[in-house]
């Protein structure tokens, strides 16, 4: 098998599923129904590093959220497709809507219904907090939980394997 | 003893408490003494999984949140019951009203009221944030602390002990 | 020095702080100010018992909020004191009104404010999440964090001291 | 390289970041785009101290909250910045309006912006919970994550190094 940095070093779509990936899976409601949902800020400016290196984020959830909506639209996601009961077709529309091979393609997730396109992306990932038949699944599971910095972790990774890490890093050291 | 396996391969009624098995027994207030609930994204579908294996689902709580009924009513659960001070009186009432043996009925708890039912149905299970007393009673203790997946694990147990979950789970793997 | 045991058998009122013993000393706040307060069902039971115990119970923090007082009340505490700068005048007001000597005074607090009660009571608890210097006042810092069942193992210790822990648990074994 | 306990022994200004330091990253929207922010009470009062050992603070965030300006003016921090994209101009603007060298100036960061600052004080911070890449940068990195406790353990290890912490201490002692 291809190392973990062969895999990544083509990834030009970057795919994210939210519960338990950029969340640590809490489900936060209210007494009127109204939820609230818990991101990570060093996630957060891990997904902008990845789109300053030129890789397009897309945001793909079984739930819905309006708080998943806004932070998509302040990280600047490209796609976000939520309260989808069947990802699968929603991985073959992006690919030929951008006219991508798989190869070129990672998705991140954690539940069985992340399976399907964790078999069929170039670069899969999950996280340790995932259920084992998920993480078996993956090239690569993050050391980090999800919602404490998995997504961060996994954004330097594919930046890293892409040689694009250190000059995005180089302001900050000059 | 008989297995844990062969406990759980005759469940036909799982029961839970909330505080501490669906949550991880935080008890979240607002100034105006509105309370917030902190479910799991894992738990909710492994409980989907379990009931799509035919296994019917018990929620029995001491306290009572709207928020709780909302959550139920999403994941399908066929029997609420809140507010319950003595809750064996309510395990009596689910056996007669579905003519099913204690020994067909699993239930998951945390604290010392819960301790008449682990005694009496035929699958106990509780977590490993429950105090000794408590966890001394189950047939089973979940390795993942309560809110954070025990309720996934106990579905994932409980169904594989069945045979259901390699099938329930063979449409991700097409 | 007696044992932990023999310090805590003679108590009959359990004085405890609020922020890093009842809560992990989280303060969540509201764009508008507003505060929401996180606490342990399990903790709750366990002053319900102590309570249950004759064990007279009061609540002692530097802070307030509304939340507290809600709390406090459903959990039936005799004293609530908040928003108290200096806590050694309410220590001694409580000696005074209910006739007790310090010896059969328990507190328990995880910051250098609680100090000088801790240097004075009967039998002094502190948390694993409180700063060293605290910490060392304590005849007993629990094993569980602040939040997630400290006072409810302080409960537990204090009613088994006693020699009632094991009657007031003996219904749920019926 | 000089001791850190030498490195904070000159500091007169204390200089924190919100996200990751003062709270554990999480970032917690509801469904109308408001953001609660989790602080830490035993921080809370380590700041108070550090301050009451004659030490100014000043807060410097990449994000704005109106939940942090209000947790600011409680603690008494004498400069408050929030919504700073370029943390460097703030850091040099500090430094002479109060006249003060770098070498008297600490910064605690966890995020890969804060590396600038990092690289010019004269005491640098960071959490366990922050990037290698930032860590290294950093002269010390506490042992207690943000959000639980990180500000204060940096607030009791420049005051001892100062010689400031016992006396300070000391009332609560006699």
């Known amino acids: 098998m291809p190392s973990v940095d062969t895999l990544a070093s083509t990834i030009q779509l970057a795919i994210f599923d939210v519960d338990g990936v950029m969340t640590d899976a809490s489900l936060l409601f209210t007494e009127t129904g109204a939820e609230l949902k818990i991101f990570n800020a060093l996630d957060g400016h891990g997904?902008?590093?990845?789109k300053a290196g030129g890789i397009r984020l897309a945001l793909l959830s079984g739930r819905t959220s309006t708080a998943?909506?806004?932070?998509?639209?302040?990280?600047?996601?490209?796609f976000v497709y939520q309260g989808i009961?069947?990802?699968?077709?929603?991985?073959?529309?992006?690919q030929a809507q951008l006219g991508l091979s798989l190869a070129d393609m990672s998705y991140m997730g954690d539940?069985?219904?992340?399976?399907?396109?964790?078999?069929?992306?170039?670069?899969a990932l999950s996280v340790p907090n995932a259920p084992a038949i998920v993480r078996e699944q993956a090239?690569?599971?993050?050391?980090t939980p999800g919602g404490h910095g998995a997504v961060r972790e996994a954004c330097e990774l594919i930046l890293n394997a892409q040689g694009k890490l250190e000059p995005l890093l180089a302001p900050y050291f000059s």
Chains 1, 2, 3, 4 share one sequence.
């Open 47 to 50: 997904l902008k590093l990845l």
């Open 68 to 78: 998943v909506n806004q932070r998509a639209k302040d990280l600047g996601f490209d």
């Open 85 to 94: 009961a069947d990802k699968l077709p929603v991985l073959y529309s992006l």
């Open 111 to 123: 539940d069985v219904m992340d399976i399907p396109l964790l078999r069929r992306v170039g670069f």
């Open 139 to 143: 090239h690569y599971v993050t050391k």
